[in-house]
C-alpha cells in the first residue's frame, strides 16, 4: 500500500515524534521550569516629592512622651506642605542600602516569594532622627548611614536628643557636631539669641526671644565653632552660670546649628523636649524649614564664626 504525498509524514516532522516520545517514555533528562519572577516593584506613590524618613527612639533610653507627637507633627507639616512626604518608623530596619526582607513569603529568595515594599536608604532624600543611646545598627547600617550624608550629599535633621547618642560611634559625633553633656537648667524660660537671621529656619524669629523648653549643654569635643554655624544660642547674661553640673566655662550654650558633612547637610536643635514644643508654630517652622534646607530646597552655606563678644 503506498501512501499519497498528502498523507506521508515529512523527515523533520518524524524526528520530531520521535525525540518527543523519548523524552516521555524513555526517561530523557529534561531542563527544570525556571522559577516564577519577583514581581515588580510597585510605581512610587510619590513621585516627583521629596522623601523623609523620620525615626523616634521609643526603648534603648529615656523615652521622651514628646517623640509621637513630633514625628506625627512632622508628616502632618509635610503633607500639608506639598514638597515632602515623611515616612515614620520607630526602629532602624531601614538605614541600609541593602535589600529588606522579612520572614516566611517575605524572606529572602530563594525561600521567599514575596517582596516586602521594605525602601532603604536609596530611596530617602533626608532623616529626620529623634533618638538617643545606641541604637541597633551594625557596621554595615553604620557604613550605610554615614555615606548617606557624607557621599550622596543628603540631609540629616537631628531633634533634642539627637546628640545624646552613639557615644560609642565617633563618627557620628564628628557628623552631628556635637555629644550631649548635661540640662543643668531642666526645663526653662530659655532666653534666646538669634545669630544667623538669614538661614531659613531662623528667618521667622525675632532677633531675641523666651521659649519653655529643656536645653542641652554641649560637652567640649567634639563640639567646636570651628566646625558648626550656630544658628542661636542662649543668652549666658541672663541664666545662672553657678548652677550644679554646668561643666562649660565659655558661656557658649548653642541652641541650634547646621555643618556640612562631606556633601551632606546636618542641622541640629537642642529644641523639642516638651510636647508642647511641638504645638509651637515657632518650633515647628523652624524644623519645616530646617528640612527643607537638609532636602536641598533652600540654599544656605553654613559658615562657623566665633561666639559674639559681650
Known amino acids: ?23 516521555r517514555g524513555l526517561g530523557v533528562a529534561q531542563q527544570p521550569a ?47 506642605s ?11 530596619q531601614l538605614l541600609t542600602k541593602s535589600d529588606i526582607y522579612g520572614t516566611g513569603r517575605y ?26 543611646g545606641e541604637e541597633e545598627l551594625s557596621a554595615q547600617q553604620k557604613t550605610a548611614l554615614l555615606a548617606f550624608v557624607h ?19 565617633p563618627q557620628y559625633g564628628e557628623m552631628m557636631g556635637a555629644y550631649f553633656d548635661n540640662h543643668p537648667w531642666g526645663v526653662m524660660d530659655a532666653p534666646i539669641i538669634i545669630e544667623q537671621p538669614e538661614f531659613p529656619p531662623m528667618k521667622h524669629l525675632p532677633r531675641e526671644f523666651t ?24 543668652d549666658a547674661n541672663k541664666v545662672n552660670l553657678k548652677i550644679a553640673d554646668l561643666h562649660r566655662t565659655d558661656g557658649d550654650f548653642p541652641i541650634a546649628w547646621v555643618k556640612n558633612y562631606g556633601r551632606g547637610r546636618v542641622f541640629y536643635s537642642t529644641l523639642g523636649h516638651l510636647d508642647a514644643s511641638w504645638d509651637d508654630p515657632r518650633v515647628q517652622q523652624m524644623y519645616v524649614e530646617a528640612i527643607r534646607w537638609s532636602l536641598g530646597l533652600t540654599a544656605y552655606t553654613p559658615r562657623p564664626h566665633p561666639l559674639p563678644a559681650k
Do not use: C
Open 151 to 169: 557621599d550622596d550629599g543628603k540631609g540629616f535633621v537631628g531633634a533634642h536628643s539627637a546628640i545624646d547618642a552613639f557615644y560609642n560611634w
Open 34 to 80: 525556571p522559577p516564577p519572577p519577583q514581581p515588580a516593584s510597585a510605581q512610587d506613590p510619590f513621585a516627583g516629592k521629596k522623601k523623609l524618613l523620620a525615626i523616634g527612639d521609643v526603648h534603648t533610653g529615656y523615652q521622651h512622651d514628646s517623640v509621637s507627637h513630633a514625628l506625627a507633627t512632622i508628616e502632618r507639616l509635610g503633607r500639608q
Open 211 to 234: 521659649l519653655r523648653d529643656e536645653i542641652y549643654v554641649p560637652t567640649n569635643t567634639p563640639y567646636s565653632r570651628a566646625n558648626v554655624d550656630v544658628l542661636a544660642r542662649l
Open 82 to 92: 506639598g514638597e515632602f512626604v515623611t515616612f515614620i518608623r520607630t526602629d532602624t
Open 107 to 132: 524572606s529572602a529568595p530563594p525561600a521567599g516569594t514575596r517582596r516586602t515594599n521594605a525602601k532603604n536608604l536609596n530611596y530617602f532624600d533626608a532623616i529626620f532622627f529623634f533618638g538617643l
Open 1 to 23: 500500500m503506498s501512501f499519497s504525498g498528502s498523507l506521508r509524514p515529512s523527515r523533520r516532522a518524524f524526528l520530531a515524534g520521535v525525540a518527543g516520545l523519548a523524552a
